[in-house]
């Protein structure tokens, strides 16, 4: 698998709920798939073809937010190394007494 590939864009839309079942019916009459299942892709599509805000603002507020968690993440991983550093001083200064 590819970094770039998503097994979820491939994945048919189950109509299991009022929402899904106007959206899998909306976007099957769009996109017309021969096969008759409408896929995670072609709703993206076809929302970004027919609702190109929303679908902006989803990707921008999860952009903003993996933007922070990488910040967390750094953070967490500036403390560890600084415990760690603080563990092996202790031990060297141990080993040296």
């Known amino acids: 698998m590819k970094l770039e590939d998503n097994p ?3 994945e048919k839309v189950e109509k299991d709920s009022e929402l899904k079942e106007w959206l899998v019916d909306f976007v099957g009459k769009k996109t017309k798939p021969e096969n ?3 896929t995670v ?3 993206i ?3 970004a073809d027919q609702f190109p805000e929303f679908l902006l603002a989803v990707a921008e507020e999860n952009w903003v937010r993996g933007y922070r968690q990488a910040f967390v993440d750094i953070e967490s991983g500036h403390d560890l190394v600084e415990k760690e550093m603080v563990k092996q001083e202790v031990k060297r200064k141990e080993k040296n007494a």
């Open 8 to 10: 979820t864009l491939d």
């Open 36 to 38: 008759g299942e409408v």
């Open 41 to 43: 892709e072609m709703i």
């Open 45 to 47: 599509e076809v929302i």
